[in-house]
């Protein structure tokens, strides 16, 4: 009976307990100091004068110019990562070297000839046609050479694919199996017989701006002077 009439003393001294030890669990809880999460500084290396700021327009490549200034009426960089702008700089240079080349060729090679004792005539879109059935040894060293020329440039400026791919895992808008190097500048593939490439930034940036624009404008040229003769099937000057 005693046992009995204890029983709610007991219990009514274990309630007593109870609501402070909720207190106290509840205070060390609100002091603890959240966890601050600090986000990564991504560095990038400075490379030719030039160290990529991914808010400016390219990156802060050259290449813009007045009137146009940030010309990019289709949104091509628009929210690209750095790696997919430098690749976008790299076609871009590449395909403007090949342009210009390209269009001091037909307008020099449909009137000037000397090569293959003068059996290459014509419009110049059929030349390399021509030069594969006059000389077929030397059309296969060409092939051969301007291969060797993009597997060296791809060595240069490229990472192995199987590097790229494991690097681009965690890059937004992928290329998988292609990556220019984080060191490498995009067109300088170190090919500079004649000294003429500025050791100033300014100057560098200057001189890689006029070969963007004149690129670009061969690119037009160029295309032009393709369409034109395939649609006439003459010479780009008749006379």
């Not at 390219?58 to 949104?75: I, K, M, Q, V």
């Not at 030069?131 to 040894?137: D, G, K, L, S, T």
Request: hydrophobic share 45%; net charge negative; charged share 20%.
């Amino acid at each position: 009976m005693k046992f009995i009439l204890a029983l709610p003393l007991l219990a009514s001294s274990v309630s007593a307990f109870a609501p402070q030890l909720q207190v106290v669990a509840t205070q060390v809880l609100r002091s603890t100091p959240e966890a601050i999460i600090e986000e990564p500084v991504i560095t990038f290396p400075t490379i030719n004068g030039w160290t990529a700021e991914p808010a400016k327009f390219c990156a802060g490549l050259p290449g813009a110019l007045s009137p146009l200034g940030e010309f990019d009426p289709l949104g091509f960089s628009k929210d690209l990562s750095l790696q997919e702008i430098k690749r976008y700089r790299e076609a871009e240079v590449t395909h403007g070297r090949v342009a210009m080349m390209a269009t001091v060729g037909y307008l020099v090679s449909e009137k000037f000839h000397p090569l293959f004792g003068g059996q290459i005539t014509g419009p110049a879109n059929s030349h390399l046609g021509q030069v594969q059935e006059v000389a077929p040894f030397f059309f296969a060293w060409l092939v051969t050479a301007i291969a060797a020329a993009e597997l060296g440039r791809s060595l240069i400026g490229w990472e192995k694919p199987t590097d790229a791919l494991v690097k681009n895992q965690e890059v937004e808008g992928k290329t998988w199996l292609s990556k220019l190097n984080d060191e490498y500048y995009p067109g300088d593939i170190g090919f500079d017989p004649l000294g003429l490439k500025p050791s100033d930034a300014t100057e560098f940036a200057e001189m890689q701006t006029k070969e963007l624009q004149n690129g670009r404008l061969a690119m037009i040229g160029a295309m032009g002077m393709i369409v034109q003769e395939q649609v006439s099937g003459a010479t780009l000057f008749l006379n």
